[in-house]
């Protein structure tokens, strides 16, 4: 019996170690995604840091790239808008044949909602969505909307496999974000599990991820 709407098998999971550049790790995850809807690949569930670098998606305004300096600025075909990747916040790229988890591209975003919101229960951090807005928020008041984002997330469908994912802010150098309007949303902040108290490393912030995925996919 399915749990919920894209319950299916168990994907591949793979770490990587250190930092990845950005543009040939999204050329490899573009290419095995493909591989899933023509040669029957593996999905898959990619775990990694990126060098630092600002990434735009299909709704990127110029005017939100406020002052990037000497990091790189990306545009990619995910959706969403300016976002910052680097040391301290994990990746999370999901490769996932949709079309055989019931065609539902809703259910796929809300699920990558609720994996995160229960992984971060793990952690001790309450998250929640905001109505209209992407990603995940917690309350701690120190922004005009009393709601700071904690994780991303920007998918890509292609041929009815996603890749492109999420990211969890672990312990990255918040000051990055000040230099675009994250994800468009003027009213709310950017937090971290380190920023809130939470000590955890990130193999134990793994854990927790890969413990709860299966309650959503």
């Keep these: 019996m399915r749990k919920n709407a894209l319950s299916g098998g168990s994907p591949h999971w793979r770490h990587f170690d250190g930092l990845q550049p950005y543009a040939p790790l999204v050329q490899s995850m573009q290419e095995h995604a493909a591989a899933i809807r023509a040669e029957g690949a593996a999905e898959a569930v990619w775990l990694l840091q990126h060098e630092a670098v ?56 809300h699920g990558l909602e609720s994996w995160v919101i229960a992984s971060l229960a793990d952690c001790g951090v309450a998250g929640h969505r905001r109505d209209g807005l992407p990603g995940i928020w917690v309350q701690t008041g120190n922004s005009p909307s009393g709601m700071d984002k904690i994780a991303a997330i920007g998918i890509r469908i292609s041929r009815w496999v996603s890749w ?54």
Excluded: K
Excluded at 68 to 85: E, F, I, K, M, S
Excluded at 173 to 189: K, Q, S, T, Y
Excluded at 193 to 200: H, M, N, Y
């Design 164 to 217: 492109h994912g999420l990211a969890i802010n672990l312990d990255p150098e918040l000051a990055a974000f000040d230099a675009i309007v994250p994800c468009g949303v003027r009213d709310g902040g950017v937090t971290s599990l380190a920023a809130l108290g939470v000590q955890i490393s990130m193999p134990q912030l793994d854990q927790r991820l890969q413990a709860r995925f299966h309650d959503f996919f």
């Design 54 to 109: 600002y990434t735009g998606g299909t709704s990127a305004r110029d005017a939100d790239l406020l002052a990037p300096g000497d990091v790189p600025a990306l545009r990619n075909g995910r959706g969403g808008q300016w976002t910052y990747h680097g040391p301290g916040q994990r990746i999370a790229y999901v490769m996932l044949d949709i079309a055989a988890r019931g065609h539902d591209v809703r259910a796929l975003v």
